[in-house]
């Protein structure tokens, strides 16, 4: 597991360092589910083939699915 600090600019954006960006093959576009909880903010990789598996399983278990937050909730 890789730790590092990153700060807020005034436009609201974060840099997520270079160290970590390489560790998780990050690309220029990647999308992010962004997740509050209990006060923390976390950041969830949206890769095709989670959604693909994870919209699968949750067909066949009768879940109604209403947006991608449903997918990895």
Request: aromatic share 2%.
């Amino acid at each position: 597991m890789e730790v590092s600090v990153a700060k807020l600019s005034q436009n609201g954006q974060i840099v997520i360092p270079s160290e970590i960006r390489n560790a998780a093959k990050l690309k220029p576009a990647t999308r992010f589910l962004v997740i509050t909880k209990d006060g923390d903010i976390i950041l969830k990789q949206i890769r095709a083939e989670d959604i693909d598996q994870k919209v699968v399983k949750m067909q066949k278990s009768s879940k109604k699915i209403e947006s991608i937050a449903d997918v990895y909730a």
